[in-house]
């Protein structure tokens, strides 16, 4: 799954000379929700209908040279490197819910290593941390298959974000945001008679405050997306993400004037599965923002192993 990055500064470095000044930033992670953008990709509305236990480990590696203000132009260049390993443990229970073919409960964590070089007309900035994100519980998702050939896939999902990732308060960025979220999230798949899919995923996050650092994000909307050819054990086509913010951000109960962020990016996967479709499944992808306002303009590539056990 994608890293979960730290916006520094009063609103990403409101100003660089005021972050050489202080030497403190603010751990606002705008623009980076604890299920990033990207992350589901050939997994929307896909769950394992076997009852059982199931583990999907997930590399990303993200790169970014710039960040951009609200209008989407380049506000510094940078040299952020994000590498992340993500755990998602997904159980299928024996139960059916509402007329539900599938019931799934699930739960993601992310160990995060962030590196970042911001040049200053004062001088480069250097800003690390490593840790725990923090983790996303989802005790409950549905999934209903419907029509004749079960061509239409659809989930319904409730999800807490849990603020028990590393943080600290004196650090200038933070790999985990610190605040409770409850992210509900609904997705649908339609497969056609030709091998093709096409499948989207949006989750919102309805946002807590920071309580250390009174840094409220605004709550957020992140749209997955999926159109990929299957044939045989192979798929492969486009995916990515659409994201925004409902409102701006708050920080001691203030509203941040034009901190909404916004991003959309798109790029290949591609996806293997063993055993003749029965076995584990391998996929990679890699993703490039082509459109991103108050946050991080890059890319990240994905390596992903589902297994059951």
């Known amino acids: 799954m994608h890293i979960h990055l730290k916006r520094s500064a009063s609103m990403a470095i409101a100003s660089l000379s005021l972050l050489i000044v202080s030497g403190n930033t603010l751990a606002a992670p705008n623009g980076n929700p604890t299920l990033p953008g ?6 929307i509305a896909e769950f394992p209908p076997v009852t059982g236990n199931y583990l999907q480990i997930i590399s990303s590696y993200s790169t970014a040279d710039q960040f951009n203000d609200q209008s989407g132009n380049k506000k510094y260049d940078q040299d952020l490197k994000v590498a992340a390993q993500t755990l998602r443990l997904t159980t299928t229970w024996d139960k059916k819910i509402l007329g539900s073919d599938i019931t799934i409960s699930e739960i993601i964590g992310t160990y995060v290593d962030l590196k970042n070089q911001i040049d200053t007309p004062y001088g480069d900035v250097k800003l690390n941390d490593d840790g725990l994100s923090d983790v996303l519980f989802e005790p409950l998702i549905l999934q209903w298959n419907r029509g004749q050939q079960k061509q239409w896939q659809m989930v319904a999902g409730l999800g807490f974000v849990l603020p028990i990732g590393t943080y600290s308060k004196s650090h200038d960025v933070n790999v985990s945001g610190h605040y409770f979220s409850i992210a509900p999230r609904l997705a649908l798949k339609y497969k056609f008679d030709n091998g093709i899919e096409a499948a989207i995923s949006p989750m919102f996050n309805f946002n807590w405050k920071n309580s250390d650092s009174h840094y409220k994000t605004g709550n957020e909307l992140t749209v997955d997306y999926l159109l990929v050819y299957h044939s045989n054990n192979w798929r492969f086509g486009a995916t990515g993400y659409y994201y925004t913010q409902f409102e701006n951000d708050e920080l001691d109960g203030q509203e941040i004037k034009d901190s909404k962020t916004q991003s959309f990016s798109i790029g290949p996967a591609i996806q293997y599965q063993f055993m003749n479709g029965k076995g584990p499944l391998v ?18 590539f994905w390596l992903s192993a589902a297994i059951k056990f």
């Open 38 to 43: 990207g992350t589901t990709q050939f997994f």
């Open 283 to 300: 996929s990679a992808s890699w993703i490039k923002d082509v459109e991103a306002k108050n946050k991080s303009e890059g890319q990240t």
